[in-house]
Structure formats: C-alpha cells, structure tokens
C-alpha cells in the first residue's frame, strides 16, 4: 500500500520508554511510514518523557486521576483531548500502566496497541516475564495487539519468540524480551501504517485513513 503521509502517533508511558525510543528511532530513518507526534506519561519524572524531550517530540505529564488502575474520567477526557488535539491516528501504549476502558477505546476503536511481554494469550497481567519462568515454559516473547476492553485479550497484530535459556533469572529474561520488543513494535507499527496488518478470525476495524 502506499503512503500518503506518516501516520501519526500519540505515545502513552509510564516508564524508561525503550520501546518509545526505538520507534522514535525508527521514525528518523527514511522511508519510516509513522512519526510520534505527542508522548504522554502519567508520572511526573517518567523516562519516556525525558526521551522525548530529548528527540524534540512534544511531551507532557497528565494526573492520571484518582485511581490506582485506571484513568478517572476528568483525567481520561483530557488524554483524548490531547490526542485529538495532536491530530493522533494511532495511540500506541508503550509501558503505560493503566488500563484504558470505555470512552477512551469508543473514541479511538481499533486505533489503540500495546505491546506485552509474553507470547499472549499466554501470560497476560503484570510481570509477564515472571510467569513464564516460573510456569518453566522453554519458550516465551512478546506480542503487540490492539487494545480491547479485556486486559492483554485484544487481537494479535505480531509476535516473536525468545528462548528461556538454563540460569535465565527473572531480570535476564525480561532483558532478552524487552530487546526482542525493541525490534517487534517499530516493525509491527509500520505494518499498520502501511495497511498490511491482517487479523485473522477476530474483528478490527482496520482504520489506515
Ligand atoms: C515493556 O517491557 C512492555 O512489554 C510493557 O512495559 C514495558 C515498557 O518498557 N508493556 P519501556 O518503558 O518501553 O522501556
């Protein structure tokens, strides 16, 4: 498919930012058929926002609100009005630890993907990496999908396995995966971006404006 322009990202993160950077990376180099355009972070110091500063990507901490989990509903309406203010086509999660629901995912259906570090449907929750060493899996990974109201349960847009080698702790491991991810999702939001993501069995709705 050609593309007409780069489709537009808006980041969400609440950590380091590692798969941000690698995207952002990506997006410098020529030919990059996506470009971040806006990277939101619900905590104040996070990395991510640092790293976006940094690449002269615009950059904010929004309060996530008064809950734990999730975004309150003040705080979830003033991150859609960034984003649709940011002219964002796609919102790409990269380490954000809130679960978006309702609204926010009726606003940008289909138009939302996360990265987990797991080959789902195995694994999903916190601290992915973890179960699979200690489940003894021989083989774990990392999937990007979209986001769904389920929590890690939306469809698969791209995987890649990592081994579980003998002596791997927990931080070895995840290590070895978040590498793997590194290379997964600037490839994996390309593949949107160019429209050759195809879904097998479960409904999206493809949205390459
Ligand atoms: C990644 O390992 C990803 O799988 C998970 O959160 C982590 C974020 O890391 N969803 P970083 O902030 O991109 O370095």
Redesign the pocket.
């Known amino acids: 498919m050609t593309v007409d322009r780069p489709l537009r990202l808006g980041v969400l993160?609440s950590?380091?930012?590692?798969?941000?950077a690698a995207i952002a990376d990506a997006a410098a180099l020529p030919g990059y058929p996506a470009q971040p355009v806006l990277v939101m972070a619900d905590i104040p110091d996070a990395g991510?926002l640092k790293l976006a500063e940094s690449r002269g990507i615009p950059a904010r901490y929004l309060p996530p609100g008064r809950f734990r989990t999730k975004l309150d509903e003040e705080a979830e309406a003033a991150y859609v009005a960034a984003l649709q203010a940011a002219q964002v086509d796609l919102v790409v999660l990269?380490?954000f630890m809130r679960i978006l629901k309702g609204e926010f995912l009726r606003l940008f259906a289909g138009r939302v993907v996360?990265?987990?570090?797991s080959l789902l449907p195995c694994f999903p929750g916190l601290a992915a990496w973890k179960q699979a060493l200690d489940y003894g899996v021989k083989v774990t990974g990392?999937t990007v999908h979209y986001v769904d109201q389920g929590v890690d349960t939306g469809p698969i847009i791209a995987q890649r396995a990592v081994p579980v080698l003998d002596g791997d702790t927990a931080e070895s491991l995840h290590a070895r995966i978040?590498e793997a991810?590194r290379a997964l999702y600037p490839a994996a939001v390309a593949g949107i971006a160019r429209g050759e993501i195809a879904v097998k069995g479960r409904a999206t709705t493809g949205f390459r404006p």
């Open positions: 993160g950590g380091k930012g590692s798969n941000f991510i990269a380490g996360n990265i987990h570090p990392c978040q991810e």
